[in-house]
């Protein structure tokens, strides 16, 4: 069998749970002798979440890029590792075989080298969805620099604070990146971000949609130059071969930020060994991948998402990961199911959101195609509602797929409860059961485990967990105080994750959203408090606050009271300037959907903002809006309540 630790039955399921839950280190043990090390680990795990301190295989040795390439060469070297769809579906699709991988990836680690890359040095990696990112980004890996991607859609501030934090010396990335019928100028992006930075060195520019861009002598290279130098230094006698840095199983491998409830983005560090181990396990186990299928994840690398199932799960399990760079919806709401007609796609990985973006054009566009190959389906990033999953499938699944709601976090590095496809129960909009290793735990305010049920068998509460599984987050990049305080300082001796739950008798869970100031849009995470300082950047802003509101398509929109100045007779006018504002600092993935002007926003006597009363406004909730005596100024309420969007 391909996968000796691939869970086939329910009852093997219970039987390895109660295995990892009751001797972990005897379980871990098994399945890290799966891959491939340097030098075998002498402890398995070591840890406490007071400091918070948390290693796994100790003094283990091992490169993560011989583990998704090179021990796969022999027997596979000709089976494909990445087949990529081009935005524009006319363009040629390309099919990259574990030995063009090796080769490739070899190629970067070389040119890393000989731009003076060293291990450990951070590489930011800034670049649409071409196999070069996968390249850049096993390329570092090869060498041991710890790489940190930053989403296409992050704007030139949000890239300079990232920069300035990873005290990044290297950047990655494209001169523009098509998507749909636009074209962003990525390396102009990444220029604004370098005014004023002097951490950065050399900039690697690979040519993807030919705007012009300019090249900054003595900084600023061309990948193709550098590549084809390092190509003839890693081929000798019709062999490629550039030595796998010997990485320790607690060297930091990434870094991902990700937005918390302060106003400044985290950089989230896994390590190369326990990261690599839980993203394969989980992705065999989860999506139940056998050899030879297509896995189709939607997501874009620039997200954990990407990162761990269209890269590392994916690969270091042999398999055959599909990438795509477009979007959904262009050149019409048709694509995907084209791209796994012509791919014959088996595993397709995607977000609520894009399930309920396309079921608003209806089913023409699934028409005359050929969805057969379809053998499992998957969610991830929010929670589905139960409308989108029937959706979802009796239209995509034709009612014979499993559809696995995967519930993870960047910082869990990998899915931590879901189904597992045609194993477990899959039960609409409940992520059920945690994976083998992974111990829930439902808390109220005060951290004490909640038992009471209600009518109905169900217990609500904040979701913990009690123990680390291999991938649980090491540090916050350069303040691991910041790690603790956000994830391990909440209750004692518990993994706090941020989110509310349910959970049913027979143990199912059912992820109920973020209990903490961080919103959910279309599936990527926002704080509200970094949306509140970029509004508070333009000029005319004297205070915002922002809070969420169930969006039909996003899932969650953002809704931005604003008290602004001097208020333009055009309000929409001023609306624009601070849409334009929020772009300029963020990213337009942070523009709120809706901005309301008013006169003062409801605060307690000591100046802390009532969003209670703000959430049930914008949710358009005004019967009962609770106590509202404690506030400052109870007037303002009712003229909040009166200007609602
Ligand atoms: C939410 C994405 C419900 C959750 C992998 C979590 C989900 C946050 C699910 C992490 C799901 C993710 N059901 N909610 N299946 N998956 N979430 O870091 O609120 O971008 O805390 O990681 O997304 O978002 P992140």
């Known amino acids: 069998m391909a996968y000796p630790y691939q869970i086939r039955t329910l009852d093997q399921y219970h039987q390895e749970y109660k295995r990892s839950v009751e001797n972990p280190e005897e379980f871990w043990d098994e399945v890290a002798s799966n891959f491939q090390w340097k030098k075998k680990w002498d402890k398995v795990l070591n840890w406490n979440f007071k400091e918070p301190k948390v290693e796994w295989f100790i003094n283990g040795k091992l490169n993560i890029t011989e583990n998704c390439i090179d021990r796969h060469l022999a027997s596979m070297g000709e089976k494909p590792a990445i087949i990529w769809e081009p935005n524009n579906p006319e363009e040629r699709v390309r099919i990259v075989t574990y030995n063009r991988l090796h080769k490739r990836v070899c190629q970067v680690a070389q040119m890393l080298h000989n731009l003076g890359v060293k291990k450990g040095d951070r590489v930011c990696i800034y670049m649409g969805m071409i196999p070069e990112l996968v390249y850049a980004v096993l390329g570092c890996a090869r060498i041991g620099a710890i790489h940190s991607v930053i989403f296409g859609g992050f704007s030139a501030q949000s890239i300079a604070d990232r920069l300035y934090d990873a005290d990044a010396e290297f950047i990655i990335t494209c001169d523009g990146a098509f998507r749909g019928n636009k074209d962003i100028p990525l390396k102009s992006i990444i220029d604004d971000a370098l005014i004023g930075n002097r951490s950065v060195k050399k900039v690697i520019v690979y040519t993807r949609t030919r705007t012009p ?23 000798k006698d019709g062999k490629v071969y550039f030595p796998a840095e010997e990485m320790d199983a607690e060297d930091p491998l990434f870094i991902l930020y990700t937005s918390g409830s302060t106003g400044k983005p985290k950089g989230v560090v896994h390590s190369s060994a326990g990261y690599m181990v839980w993203t394969n396990y989980t992705f065999v186990n989860t999506f139940q991948y056998q050899p ?17 199932y269209i890269i590392y799960g994916p690969l270091s399990a ?9 979007i959904p919806t262009w050149p019409d709401a048709g694509r995907f199911w084209d791209i796994v007609d012509r791919h014959k796609v088996n595993i397709l990985y995607t977000a609520p959101t894009a399930i309920r973006s396309l079921m608003g054009f209806g089913l023409d566009p699934i028409k005359g ?14 929670p589905i509602n139960e409308e989108a999953w029937h959706w979802y499938d009796d239209n995509i699944g034709k009612n014979r797929c499993p559809i696995v709601d995967t519930w993870w976090q960047t910082e869990t590095g990998g899915v931590l409860i879901s189904n597992l496809a045609g194993v477990t129960p899959a039960i609409p909009s409940w992520a059920s059961l945690p994976l083998p290793g992974v111990q829930p735990i439902l808390v109220d305010e005060n951290g004490n485990e909640i038992t009471e049920r209600d009518e109905n068998g169900i217990i609500k509460g904040n979701l913990c967990i009690k123990a680390p599984w ?23 001796n518990l993994y706090f994750t941020g989110d509310g739950a349910m959970k049913d008798e027979k143990g199912n869970y059912r992820i109920t959203g973020r209990v903490d100031d961080v919103l959910n849009v279309s599936g990527h995470r926002l704080g509200t408090a970094e949306v509140e300082n970029a509004i508070n950047m333009h000029a005319g802003v004297v205070e915002s606050a922002v809070v969420g509101y169930p969006h039909d398509i996003k899932g969650q929109g953002v809704y931005a009271f604003v008290i602004f100045e001097h208020l333009h007779s055009d309000e929409n006018l001023t609306r624009q300037d601070i849409l334009q504002t929020v772009t300029r600092i963020i990213g337009p993935i942070a523009k709120p959907d809706k901005i309301q002007f008013v006169s003062g926003l409801p605060k307690t006597r000591s100046g802390k903002i009532m969003r209670r009363i703000l959430r049930k406004i914008a949710e ?10 404690t506030l400052l100024d109870p007037g303002i309420v009712e003229e909040i309540k009166n200007g609602r969007l």
């Open 213 to 235: 861009v300019s090249m900054l002598k003595g900084r600023d290279v061309w990948w193709e130059d550098e590549m084809e130098h390092a190509e003839h230094q890693v081929e």
């Open 292 to 308: 030879g299928d297509v896995h189709f994840c939607t997501a874009d690398i620039g997200w954990i998402t990407g990162h761990s």
């Open 318 to 326: 042999g398999g055959t990961s599909l990438m795509f760079e477009g």
């Open 369 to 382: 195609k050929d969805l057969s190959s379809l053998r499992i389906l998957g969610t991830v990033g929010e």
């Open 470 to 492: 291999p991938s649980t987050i090491r540090t916050t990049y350069g303040d691991h105080e910041r790690c603790r305080t956000n994830y391990f300082s909440a209750y004692e």
């Open 620 to 629: 358009g909730d005004t019967s009962n809006l609770g106590d509202t005596t």
